[in-house]
């Protein structure tokens, strides 16, 4: 498991608050610390996804 870390608000599941895969937001640098590989579940289309997958229907982690 390699974690990275990503900027918030781009439109992929790991940065979304449908998507319930492992993930830590750290808020005074808007930045998730997430591995974009591993699967978490979404709750908008009720199957496991990547956390580096594209979704339209995507609504920001505040």
């Given at each position: 498991m390699e974690q990275d870390l990503k900027k918030a608000g781009v439109k992929r599941c790991y940065a979304c608050i449908q998507w319930e895969g492992?993930?830590?937001?750290?808020?005074?640098?808007?930045?998730f610390k997430v591995d974009t590989h591993r699967d978490g579940n979404?709750?908008?289309?009720?199957?496991?996804t990547k956390g580096s997958h594209f979704c339209d229907r995507f609504e920001a982690l505040k």
């Open positions: 492992q993930r830590t937001y750290y808020s005074e640098k808007k930045m979404c709750l908008v289309h009720h199957q496991l």
